[in-house]
């Protein structure tokens, strides 16, 4: 059946020649195009243009990030290189604030750094591809739970895009949707997910090369999808959750939680556990990102004096209570509000 292949052609990165190729996601679905990136100053460039998103693959890249840098500023002799390699660690820290695994990943890269091991340059770059590999086989796993969670269900909306072009491969709300339609055939629904259109641009590109059939919705269409029942889950990823239970995640999906709370529709998110992040009590500590008006205000209100301004958040918490389960690497956690996500922590 369709959907049933194991090979994925969709990669966002490649570690190539010593080089990362980057599949910069602003030109498709018509311009499949890499970039190669030989040093951390391109790649923090990456993360913060888009060219490269999704919380898993954001951290991903910056780790590769790590050692494209000592490769290119490391010298025995040298007393400065070190203070090179940390500026660029900082540049790619402040790439984007809201995806809590950049930091998770810069944190092991450091204290891989840290350790002086032989072979330094060959040490990062092993760690930098560990991490790549752990990401995509934890995203197969929690594609096999949320499977197990979803069991019979017909109807399966996502939101944004959290798929391969998100991680390292697979995806996560997406890896459950195609460890689903393997099992059975299902009505896949995307939201077109404004102001990027990950959804429409993204998504269903990733669904087609993927032999999944979807169905595309404009955002506002959501709550009468629900109405007239054609939805069993809404399931997405997340850009952190907090201790609590609580989830960042693409503008919009605060909203979705909300409908699917009045339809009876239940909402599944699914991330690695190094999305979570278990300092920060709840999601009214996390720093929600904001972008230019730039990005989506048309070209004749742009401009000094102009009477039309734009508020551009990228991301949106939804409390635990709206959630029905988290579905990790190391298990699921129904029901957050009630005990959290600690037990997720080693």
Known sequence: MKGSSNKLKVHALLWQDEQLHVLDQRQLPETVRYDIYHEAEGVAEAIRSMRVRGAPAIGIAAAYGVALSVKQHYQAESDTWQEKVAVDIQLLAASRPTAVNLFWALDKMQAQLSEFPDNLIQALVDLAETIHAQDIAANQLMGEIGADIVGDAQGLLTHCNAGALATGGYGTALGVIRSAVKRAERNVFAGETRPWLQGARLTVWELAEDEIAAT??????????????????????????????????????????VLA??????????????????????????????????????????????????????????????????????????????????????
Not at 226 to 252: E, P, S, Y
Not at 286 to 293: F, P, V
Request: some cysteine.
């Open 216 to 257: 595309l919705i404009a955002d506002s269409a959501a709550a009468m999808l629900m109405k007239t029942g054609q939805l069993d889950w809404i399931i997405v990823g997340a850009d952190r959750i907090a201790a609590n239970g609580d989830v960042a995640n693409k503008i919009g999906t605060y909203s979705l939680a």
């Open 261 to 346: 709370k009045h339809h009876g529709v239940k909402l599944m998110v699914v991330a690695p556990t190094s999305t979570i992040d278990f300092d920060m009590a709840s999601g009214e500590g996390i720093e929600i990102e904001h972008r230019g008006a730039d990005e989506f205000l048309p070209d004749c209100y742009a401009g000094e004096g102009s009477l039309v301004g734009a508020w551009n958040p990228v991301f949106d918490v939804t409390p635990a209570e709206l959630v029905t389960v988290i579905v990790t690497e190391r298990g699921a956690v129904f029901n957050p509000v009630v005990t959290g996500v600690g037990e997720l922590k080693k």
